[in-house]
């Protein structure tokens, strides 16, 4: 009996850390994913304000 509880804890303990894991990753990218976004906002910008500079002579 207390075999079985102690592998079931076991179990969920790996579970848990898998998730976590998981969780984290999904972290990683999403941040990942919104510097990208943030970087192409930037270069736009740098363009823009070029553009808006020769415009002006």
Sequence with gaps: MFYDY????ERITERVTELH???????????????????RLASWAQRQARKASHDLG
């Excluded at 102690?6 to 804890?9: D, H, P």
């Design 6 to 9: 102690s592998l079931a804890t």
């Design 21 to 39: 894991r998981e969780a984290d990753n999904a972290r990683v990218a999403s941040r990942l994913v919104a510097a990208r976004r943030w970087s």
